[in-house]
């Protein structure tokens, strides 16, 4: 059965890889992800934020310590190689290449217009063969309105677009106001692909403690309901591919999102859950289906159930809603 | 040949520089000042940098000097290059593996910042009394004075050792060389190797120990064999003073510097000469160089090579013009007829009299002289006074110079106002925080303008005693030609003041020269800023026409991103206005070097930094300085009229930093201070501080626990109390059942509180509608400070409750007084809450033996020390024995008071006739267990006390004296993990053997924190620490399984901020022990690098997943059948990853090596869990009522 894919470019053997997750933190798994057919390897974002936030907390509890006390001018070793920022992530990126043949997706969340180039750049640099954007960012303060948060956002994909050659793909939330212009925007921009969606970190709150705790939920198959839609609503619209991402954990979830029209399908809380080798469960069970179901290839059903090529399109919209409440009320 | 370098180091860095690259093997162990000698080597072996060999030397942390003295006597007798730093108590250490690397004529070359040996009190500054105590060693003593010199002198004594076969003690002054920063040519590989030819290397690798051609060395030898051979070794120390000048001439064709084993300097028909070594020498050339083109006829002779001392050419350095010589010594020897150098002078003049060797046609009359203990300034004018000397008639023999001593009259009158420093050379003193980065900055600016520019400079930095809100002074020169002046600037062309407090505390402008530039950092603009300075520092800035800047460095720091650190832009400023570099020149050099600091920290950190340089410019105003002084406030007096005399007249002279204007009168003449004085030493370092709501209050006291500096505190008291109350004064209900119907009261000391928030973390009390509002919240401090100081005074002057009346949990013992208050321990400080605590539960009854490190610095570092008294005058004894010993000396003051008890009661039964048999019985069988018990037993000895002036005998007078002791007394030994497990283990498991009642509190921070985070072996595996900079590989040493073994020693772990509980408890039952117990006590630390506002959390992370685990092993238990070992924590509740990963000791580790961390931490997680399982086997056995437990508890009287 044939099953390729094309991907930012890349010709793959299935749309199936593992989204970024601390996954590829360990060069062990990620031989296993390949082993277990992983198409491509996608790698968590190195986080502008955190770096900033740990050089930030490094010099507090640090440097504010040092040169204070005859005795003790310093109190840690000074090692030469000590790497803070990017230098961790991007020591990574070069083993990975190293150890694997299928492309290795970087991922990057900026929250400056230097820190989004520099690191993109020193991600291509690395080796990276292409990057995804993490475009996550909580909108808390009320003077910022959404469109100059869209335009942030814009900004920054144009400017990392220019700076490297390697293809890129933009990761999304699904909280826009109106989310097809904003693919429209990044499909103009000369985005590759369109990465659906961002999972936002949820944080829980203990009531005895009155506290609000971290807490990260891994994904079910119903996270994919939201992908599902706005796969179909986006196929056809944009020249980007579009990747799914949350909530695919069985063979079924894959073809779902494919017949939406994912042409890559990134799969993380399946294998968190169930280990690297779950991927190969999954390509073999989207193959089986596919033979089962007489498909000549994967591109046939490509996009089939999208907004464009599905034979209900108004299930899509808003009458879905209105239909399940009813069925509920039923 | 390679260029040679022009580079800015300080003299550690330095020597260092050369030992590591001509060393094989590096033993060592932290002692200030010569730890980063260590440290450097440490990083260079851990960067892979090789010696001129191509090897990475090996450098090793021993568990004392001893051991690292022993470690590398063993490499030098198995044929390697071997060297060591070390100083003061740990030189001393060092002394008997000395002798016998001597005695077997080693080759070796060992560097020693040399520093003050603890007498009366330590110090850590410099002089050379630990060298001295080398004298008779046999090793060669080298004396260097600057940071070149060093730097040479490390080379010449380990190319002359290789050749003389004697070894060598390479020395500098501490602090004074080992941190001054200077500009020096750096020697290359290439002059390293041209000095250390193979053949002298082969020949030290043949006298090695060798299976493949034996020999014995190391035998006991018997009078007819001993002393011969003790003689034999003669001939080498002979030729050895020719080897060092061959040596040294070798170098200087080499290099072009040219030393000698005496250096002369000065007029050759000189009649008055001075003797001297060391760095004070050097400023004794600055000093003659100016006395001869001032036309006097002066010189002096530079000690290079103190040992072997040679006669011939000594007598060659001086010029037989001399009529008179002055022989200056760094070091005191009590009782001696005169310091060592001067006993040479004299005794080698004779000698050369006697054998008819004199130059001199009439023989010169010699004194002797002391200068410089423990770092004092000396200065040229210092130095005048002693050339002054020789002129008089009778020229004072065995002065002082440096002090004023009205006691013993042995000072010498010394012109403070005399100055010869040229004005080619620029000078600035700034005042900064430790932690707004001002050193650091200056660091930079130093190495800017000597290695950009063809001039020199030199830095040298003061820092403050206490660790929190740490001031520090730097003191900067630069100059065309190489700096001599080894001694604090006095007259600055600039001064700076980063900090507008300071301008209250600190009479900054005193050092500036007529016309100087003031820089202050202040938060008013040029317009109003004059009217914020009180009156002397205007009447200053007036009279000594000074210019004056001033700059919002706050302001620009916040605007441009970069927080509280304001280094980047005062430097701005400093290069703005001082003139010392072309302006545009100096920003483009400040630019490169915080791209080449902070480039690796991504991109953002640089823009902020070029940000904070580019907005520096346009907020730095010129101030119009008026003709008059118009401010009507005035400095505030340093301490409160309150204050007793003493404090007054010598404590707040040494606070103000005017301590060198005291005499010897004003200061005791054994060591002993009054305790108490912290209270006096307001210092405001708070910018917020908590403040109290009753409403939400739960009353738990857990705030008061915590709290490092006793900031925080809470009473109970009856309502009457407060019918003069202050108006803000808070108070409320007390809730629970005892003490009905009286009220409580959290009161913070606002001027004592740093400001840590470790009070506000821990407060469990939430306001439900508003859970970030909790019991305890922090506000700024300047608004609240005079209500609040008023209502701290008031809150002090309210009875405390009865100690008799408390339960002693953590909440009644936060009722008890702490008599441990605002120590200088850092903001935050881990362990100061446990010393706290002890002092609340037994202050009034201990004595505290105190291992050198942290917890004796805050604890008795001057000027104010924290230990107090209580509203009966009573509190803890504390004296810090040495860092080794602290057992021991813990363990004496036991045999002692127990002595006295003995002999106490024995009086008391032979005076029972008179006594009354029921008053002795009830003091010799009352039960002390409780507070009560102990209360009932102050009031017997009391009525004791009564009756025994009624009873002539002599034995009432002894009785008297000794009464005291029957009050059961609680020793305490306290330390960090250095002493603990490392260099007093051996003494600790001594005193564990014996059974006696000492108790033993180890604060434990798994790191030397003192002496600037070296790995001990309390250093928890996976934690980078500096001689473990790859993450320590191996697991803690678990000191309390250790301590269990004995069986009859009571032990706990705790850590106050997972479990209070069990804390306070494992503190009463250790206190109540009749044996010995010890307690390990988790401390949080800024080695552990995180905001230690976090403290508590962190503990309770490494409690909870099982890094820490609580336990109490009380041998009492064992007699009623119990187990002894009860658990009081169980594992896994965490992952272990949750807790480190939020520390950088950890996290540095998995960011240089993450692969390694991983296994390091899998590793880890397996041991916390397997030693879990071990402790829980141990707490399952059962142990029969028969075995023996707890020792009697008292002997039989």
């Known amino acids: ?162 700076a490297v050659k390697i293809p890129v793909a933009v990761k999304i939330s699904p909280y826009f106001t109106s989310l097809a212009h904003f693919a429209r925007e990044l499909d103009e921009a000369g985005v590759d692909a369109i990465v659906l969606f961002n999972r936002f970190y949820q944080p829980d709150i203990d009531i005895e403690e009155l506290e609000v705790v971290p807490n990260l939920q891994l994904s079910h198959s119903p996270t994919l309901r939201l992908r599902l839609r706005w796969l179909a609503i986006l196929y056809g619209h944009v020249k980007a591919g579009l990747a799914c991402s949350g909530g ?65 399109p108004q299930a899509l919209e808003r009458a879905n809603y209105m239909r399940v409440l009813q069925s509920w009320r039923q | 040949m390679a260029q040679r370098r022009m580079i800015t180091v300080d003299g550690n860095e330095a020597t260092a520089s050369v030992a590591h690259r001509t060393n094989e093997v590096i033993a060592i162990y932290p002692i200030t000042p010569s730890s980063n000698m260590g440290e450097f080597a440490d990083e260079w072996s851990a960067q892979g940098k090789k010696n001129i060999w191509g090897v990475v030397p090996e450098v090793i942390e021993m568990q004392s000097e001893a051991g690292a003295a022993a470690a590398v006597h063993g490499a030098l007798q198995a044929g390697s290059l071997t060297t060591t730093f070390t100083a003061s108590q740990g030189l001393l250490l060092m002394i008997p593996s000395m002798y016998k690397i001597a005695g077997e004529l080693t080759s070796y070359c060992m560097h020693v910042s040399a520093r003050t040996v603890a007498t009366h009190a330590l110090s850590i500054f410099g002089d050379h009394s630990d060298v001295m105590a080398c004298r008779q060693t046999g ?102 003073p020719r080897i060092v000048q061959e040596t040294m001439d070798e170098f200087a064709r080499l290099t072009g510097r040219a030393y000698r084993l005496f250096e002369y300097f000065g007029d050759p028909q000189a009649e008055r000469v001075i003797v001297l070594m060391g760095s004070g020498a050097e400023t004794a050339i600055e000093y003659v160089e100016w006395a001869l083109a001032h036309g006097e006829r002066i010189g002096l002779v530079k000690v290079n090579l103190y040992r072997p001392f040679s006669l011939r050419n000594f007598l060659a350095a001086l010029p037989p013009s001399a009529r008179r010589i002055a022989v200056l010594d760094r070091t005191k020897e009590p009782g001696a007829l005169g310091d060592p150098l001067y006993l040479d002078a004299v005794t080698a003049l004779r000698e050369a009299r006697d054998e008819g060797i004199s130059p001199f046609a009439t023989e010169p009359l010699v004194v002797g002289g002391r200068y410089g203990l423990s770092s004092k300034e000396f200065t040229p004018a210092m130095i005048k006074a002693v050339f002054d000397n020789l002129q008089q008639d009778r020229p004072k023999n065995h002065f002082t110079v440096g002090i004023e001593d009205d006691v013993t009259h042995t000072s010498l009158a010394v012109d403070s106002d005399f100055d010869i420093e040229p004005d080619s050379v620029s000078r600035a003193v700034f005042f900064g925080l430790g932690a707004d980065g001002t050193v650091g900055a200056n660091k930079n600016s130093i190495k800017i303008i000597a290695e950009e520019t063809d001039n020199y400079g030199q830095g040298y930095f003061v820092y403050d005693s206490k660790k929190a809100g740490a001031v520090t002074i730097s003191h900067l020169r630069f100059g065309p030609k190489p700096i001599r002046s080894h001694y604090l600037v006095k007259r600055a062309n600039f001064v700076a003041c980063h900090q507008y407090v300071f301008t209250d505390k600190y009479d900054m402008l005193d050092y500036a020269a007529p016309g100087a530039t003031f820089l202050l950092n202040a938060p008013f603009g040029p317009e109003e800023v004059w009217d914020h300075l009180p009156r002397e520092m205007q009447e200053q800035i007036i009279e000594k026409r000074l210019k004056f800047y001033v700059i919002d460095a706050y302001k620009v720091a916040k605007d441009t991103g970069m927080g509280v650190r304001i280094n980047t832009i005062m430097q701005t400023c400093f290069f703005a206005i001082s003139g010392v570099l072309p302006r545009e020149e100096a920003i483009a050099q400040i630019k490169k070097s915080i791209e080449k600091t902070y480039g690796k920290k991504g991109p953002e950190v640089v823009r902020k930094n070029f940000a904070a340089v580019d907005h520096t410019l346009a907020h730095l105003h010129e101030v119009k300085v008026p003709s008059a002084a118009t401010a ?140 970030k509002h909790k019991a305890i919240v922090m506000e700024p401090q300047m608004p609240l400070r005079e209500a609040e100081r008023e209502n701290y005074a008031f809150f002090l002057a309210i009875p405390d409750v009865d100690r008799a009346a408390l339960k002693l949990d953590v909440k009644g013992s936060q009722f008890l007084r702490p008599l441990f208050e605002y120590s200088g321990a850092c903001a935050g400080c881990g362990e100061t809450p446990y010393v706290k605590l002890l002092t609340q539960l037994f202050g009034d009854r201990a004595l505290i033996g105190n291992a050198t490190g942290c917890s004796s610095i805050y604890g008795g570092n001057l000027p104010t020390t924290p230990y107090t008294v209580d509203e009966n005058g009573r509190g803890p004894s504390w004296n810090n024995s040495l860092f080794e010993d602290t057992a021991e000396f813990a363990f004496g003051l036991r045999l002692s008071v127990d002595k006295h008890a003995d002999l106490a009661r024995h009086y008391l039964r032979t005076l029972a006739p008179q006594l009354g048999e029921n008053l002795v019985t009830e003091i010799l069988q009352a039960d002390q267990s409780d507070e009560a018990g102990l209360a009932a ?168 997943s099982g890094a820490w685990p609580l336990y109490r092993w009380d041998p009492r238990r064992i007699a009623s059948g119990e187990n002894p070992l009860k658990l009081d924590s169980a594992p896994g509740k965490t992952k272990l990853a949750d807790y480190v990963r939020n520390e950088t000791r950890f996290r540095m580790v998995e960011q240089m090596h993450p692969k390694r961390f991983a296994e390091l931490l899998a590793r880890s997680e397996i041991e916390v869990r397997n030693r879990f399982i071990a402790y829980e086997h141990l707490a399952k056995l059962a142990m029969p009522a028969t075995t023996p437990g707890a020792p009697p508890t008292e002997k039989e009287s």
């Open chain 2, 937 to 1104: 037993q102050r009031a017997r000895v009391q009525a004791l006390r009564a009756q025994l002036a009624q009873i002539a005998a002599p034995e009432a007078r002894r009785l008297e004296i000794l009464a005291d002791y029957l009050v059961r007394k609680s020793v305490w030994a306290v330390g960090g993990d250095g002493w603990a497990y490392d260099i007093g283990y051996g003494g600790l498991d001594h005193v564990l053997a014996q059974g006696r009642d000492v108790n033993l509190l180890v604060l434990d921070t798994e790191v030397y924190s003192n002496t600037g985070g070296q790995a001990s072996k309390a250093t928890p595996m996976g934690a980078a620490a500096k001689f473990a900079m790859a993450g320590k590989g191996v697991a803690k040493k678990d000191l309390g399984m250790i301590a269990m073994t004995y069986g009859n020693v009571y032990v706990a772990r705790v850590a106050m901020g997972a479990k209070d509980t069990q804390t306070v408890r494992a503190f009463v039952e250790a206190d109540s022990y009749p044996g010995t117990s010890l307690i390990i006590a988790y401390c949080h630390c800024i080695a552990h690098g995180y905001d230690l506002a976090y403290g508590c959390e962190q503990q309770k992370l490494a409690v909870d």
């Open chain 2, 139 to 240: 090793f060669a003593l080298l004396a260097s004075g600057s940071v070149q010199q060093a730097h040479d002198f490390a080379l010449i004594g380990q190319s002359a050792t290789l050749k003389a076969r004697v070894p060598f003690l390479h020395f500098f002054d501490g602090f004074r060389i080992s941190h001054e920063v200077d500009k020096i040519e750096e020697l290359t590989n290439d002059d390293l190797r041209a000095m250390l030819p193979d053949e002298l290397i082969a020949a030290h690798r043949q006298r090695a120990m060798n299976p493949d051609r034996p020999f014995i060395r190391g035998t006991a030898q018997n009078p007819d064999a001993f002393f011969q051979a003790r003689e034999a070794c003669n001939p080498f120390y002979l030729a050895c």
């Open chain 2, 632 to 771: 009507t406030r005035r400095l505030p007096p340093i301490v409160s009229e309150a204050a007793p005399d003493f404090v007054k007249r010598v404590t707040a002279v040494l606070m103000a930093g005017k301590g060198d204007l005291l005499p010897v009168s004003a200061f005791p003449v054994d060591g002993t201070w009054p305790s108490a004085t912290t209270q006096w030493e307001k210092r405001n370092i708070a910018l917020e501080i908590p403040v109290w709501d009753p409403a939400i209050c739960i009353q738990c006291n857990k705030c008061a626990l915590v709290c490092p500096h006793a900031a925080i505190r809470a009473k109970v008291y009856p309502p009457e109390q407060l019918a003069a109350a202050p108006p803000t004064f808070k108070a409320t209900d007390f809730k629970a059942a005892e003490f009905k119907g009286w009220k409580y009261t959290i009161q913070v000391a606002p001027e004592d509180c740093t400001g840590c928030k470790l009070c506000v973390m821990v407060c469990p009390a939430k306001d439900k509608s508003n859970p």
């Open chain 1, 248 to 312: 695919v954990h069985t063979p079924e979830d894959a073809i779902k999102a494919v017949m939406a029209g994912a042409s890559a399908v990134q799969v993380v809380s399946a294998l968190l859950r169930q280990g690297p080798e779950h991927l190969a469960v999954l390509r073999r069970g989207l193959e089986q289906w596919l033979e089962q179901h007489e498909y000549e290839s994967l591109q046939q059903m490509l996009g089939s159930m999208s907004h464009r090529s599905c034979p209900n």
């Open chain 1, 1 to 162: 059965m044939d099953l390729s894919t094309t991907y930012l470019g890349f010709s793959l053997p299935h749309p199936l890889m593992p989204g970024a997750s601390p996954l590829v933190d360990d060069l062990d798994t990620v031989k296993r992800l390949e082993d277990a057919g992983a198409a491509a390897i996608v790698m968590h974002s190195l986080f502008e934020e955190q770096i900033n936030h740990e050089i930030l907390g490094q010099e507090t509890a640090v440097e504010q310590h040092e040169e204070s006390f005859a005795e003790a001018l310093s109190y840690f070793p000074r090692p030469e190689e000590f790497r803070l920022g990017p230098d961790a992530y991007l020591e990574q990126i070069r083993k990975i290449k190293a150890a694997v043949r299928v492309p290795v997706i970087a991922s990057l969340n900026g929250t400056t217009p230097a820190g989004w180039l520099q690191y993109a750049t020193l991600i291509e640099q690395a080796g990276a063969d292409a990057l995804e954007l993490n475009l996550y960012y909580l909108a808390t303060q009320a003077w910022e309105s959404a469109d100059v948060v869209e335009r942030r956002k814009l900004d920054a994909v144009k400017l990392v677009k220019q």
